[in-house]
């Protein structure tokens, strides 16, 4: 309606988007599996891997396990994984008495970041450049 009526561009975000990307309120069982999902990347990164995407395996529910892996991305880029349709009700919404306990474990306990002045603390890096391992790859990569 806005571009139709105005002609302006314009962008919208469900809010379910913000309590996705919010890490203070992040789940003790979802921050572990990412920080060491980002570990997995960045060793695959110093291996010279690129065009790969770590990944979080479920292995059990009770007692909830994962293992962490590397796909490549050309297996999994612009694949779309639907809900399966048994969690859906007839009128399109989510039946949660129908939803199985799937994501139970991936929101239990909590891990609240330190706060300064209500702020959440986060880690503030460097930014420093590993221009050795840089140059190093550099090199490996033109001379293949």
Same mark, same amino acid.
């Given at each position: $309606? +806005? ?5 302006? !561009? ?15 309120? /992040? ?9 060491? /999902? ?14 790969? $995407?770590?990944? @979080?395996? &479920? +292995? ?7 293992? @962490? ?5 050309? %297996?999994?880029?612009? #694949?779309? !994984?639907? $809900?399966? &349709?048994?969690? +859906?009700?007839? %009128?399109?919404?989510? %039946? ?10 991936? +929101? ?7 706060? &300064? ?14 221009? %050795? ?8 990569? #033109?001379?293949?």
């Amino acid at each position: $309606m +806005i571009k139709n009526a105005l002609g302006h !561009k314009f962008h919208w975000a469900v809010a379910d988007y913000l309590q996705r990307a919010a890490r203070h309120i /992040a789940s003790k069982t979802d921050v572990q599996p990412g920080l060491r /999902a980002r570990q997995a990347r960045g060793r695959a990164g110093a291996e010279g891997r690129n065009a790969v $995407m770590p990944t @979080i395996e &479920r +292995i059990s529910d009770v007692p909830y396990r994962y293992r @962490i892996g590397v796909a490549d991305l050309a %297996d999994v880029a612009n #694949v779309e !994984k639907f $809900m399966p &349709r048994d969690f +859906i009700s007839d %009128d399109g919404f989510c %039946d949660h008495r129908e939803v199985p306990a799937l994501p139970a474990p991936l +929101i239990a306990g909590e891990d609240y970041p330190a706060y &300064r002045d209500g702020l959440p603390v986060y880690a503030t890096l460097k930014n420093v450049a590993g221009r %050795d391992r840089l140059l190093a790859a550099v090199r490996a990569a #033109v001379s293949r």
